[in-house]
């Protein structure tokens, strides 16, 4: 591990309050893999659930295809049940989970092998989740069903979890809304402004700068 890249979230001040600030650590690796770096689109993320943290205590909490994990670290800072996964064929991306983890002294969440669109006993073995979170997973056009063929799984155990995404917007080519109606799903677009998103620099980093990234939550069709 190279070192450690620091964020640190801020509520803003009022009336006889500071506002409260929370401090997470992500490791820096140099790495082929594009998991291994903090992307735009990961801080957006984390930003929706600091936005959200009251909401968030002793929420069960899946995030696919975490590489460095800053949503989920980030979520269980304040105080989710979370499980963070990636591929089961990629060691050294859970490798990295785990130094996420120990860099925040979250020794109580658990680091598993997912492979999307694979049923695996890991996979089976899950609890029903409240949340699955997914930053820039949505890149590869290739891999889009195999992750909507997890998340619908996962939906089965619980019709009224729901997906938090995040994506960076590449081409004008693709859109997700198509795949959702496949999958008996529903988005609803959240507007980044109003999560205090919509600036070039968040938790006092670079990120995200003048990237195009979209929020979405997901759920079931007929889950409301």
């Known amino acids: 591990m190279a070192g450690a890249q620091l964020f640190r979230f801020r509520e803003k001040p009022g009336p006889g309050t500071h506002g409260a600030v929370l401090e997470v650590r992500i490791p820096q690796v140099l790495h082929v893999q594009y998991g291994m770096y903090v992307w735009p689109c990961a801080v957006v993320l984390a930003q929706y659930l600091w936005f959200h943290r009251r909401a968030l205590p002793g929420k069960a ?9 800053l949503p989920g ?5 304040c105080g989710a ?15 990295i989970c785990r130094q996420s983890c120990q860099l925040n002294n979250l020794s109580q969440v658990q680091v598993l092998g997912l ?21 820039d997973v949505f890149f590869e056009p290739e891999d889009f069903e195999s992750i909507l063929a997890t998340v619908y799984f996962l939906m089965q155990r619980n019709p009224k ?13 693709w859109s997700l809304e198509g795949l959702l109606y496949k999958w008996d799903m529903k988005c ?4 980044l402004e109003s999560f205090d998103a919509d600036k070039e620099n968040i938790a006092e980093s670079t990120l995200p700068g003048r990237h195009t990234v979209e929020m979405l939550v997901v759920f079931a069709k007929n889950s409301f």
Not at 188 to 191: D, L, S
């Open 73 to 77: 670290i980030l979520a269980a800072k």
């Open 188 to 191: 609803v677009h959240i507007p």
């Open 81 to 95: 049940k979370v499980i963070l996964s990636d591929s089961s064929e990629l060691p050294h991306c859970l490798d």
């Open 161 to 173: 979890v729901q997906f938090w995404s995040t994506y960076q917007v590449r081409s004008a080519d």
């Open 115 to 135: 492979t999307w669109g694979h049923i695996t006993k890991d996979l089976l073995s899950l609890p029903p989740q409240d949340i699955i979170l997914a930053s």
């Open 61 to 69: 909490i899946l995030e696919i295809g975490a590489g460095v994990s």
